[in-house]
């Protein structure tokens, strides 16, 4: 009965952002547990697309054949038309992951107020157009589960970060609120928050003596994506109906440390 609970088979899942390391290895783990995976890129510049396509092609090599849509996540209307059409195309959206991420490290003296509104937009109001445009198909079927991928830099602020921090933490806040607002109508809500994944641009050095973000992490190494996708089967399955408004740290106990 418990391995049966975590059987994805029949659910329809759509991945935004699904050519970030994160996102593919949801992806790729919601199809291994038996769902049907539609992806997305995050942006519509040749890099995102053409990551979204690799998560496409390895979903193919596992026997799901798929295009990956191209859209522009922070647009409201490019993200109604693309949830539209993969309802239209699976007959449900039973998972909606976003997994969209924008990192610029800068002081708050220094940020621009374009950068601060491209990383709200691209963190932020993202999700809120993806949730939206999904609601009225969860809403109307009574059943749903939304995953945002947000960070561990949502819940504790990090200098030179605010703009991402503050996006962050709004989707933290936003999914806490979503979840009340929909729990009686069987829809669920819930946060994962990685903290430093070992393909972090930027990240430097793995030696945890020489990586002075490295040493702040109890496990001293960076977290995996392969360890992010077993969560969000968790998270989209029959066993976590009663679990709503939470933030699961996949963070190597960083959170824990003082």
Known sequence: MAVEGFDLSGKNAL?????????????????EAGARVTVASAGEDRRDVAAAEETARQLAARGQQ????????????????????????????????NCCDLFIAKPVAEITPDEWEKVLRQNLDSVFFACKAVGPHML??????????????GERGLPNCSAYCAAKGGVLNLSRALAQEWAAQGIT?????????????????PNPEANRLIRFIPMRRPGKPE???PLAVYLASDS???????TVFVDGGLLAHL
């Open 140 to 153: 109307g079927q009574k059943k749903g589960r939304i995953i945002n991928v947000a960070s561990g830099l």
């Open 240 to 246: 976590a109906g009663y679990m709503t408004g939470r």
């Open 66 to 97: 798929t295009e990956a849509k191209r859209l522009d996540a922070t647009a409201p209307d490019k993200v109604e038309a693309v949830v539209n059409q993969a309802a239209a195309e699976m007959g449900s959206i039973d998972i909606l992951v």
């Open 227 to 229: 360890e992010v996708g």
């Open 189 to 205: 809500v819930n946060c994962i928050a990685p903290a430093w994944m070992e393909d972090t641009p930027g990240l430097g050095d």
């Open 15 to 31: 991945v935004i952002g699904a050519g970030s390391s994160v996102g593919r290895a949801i992806a790729l783990a919601l199809a």
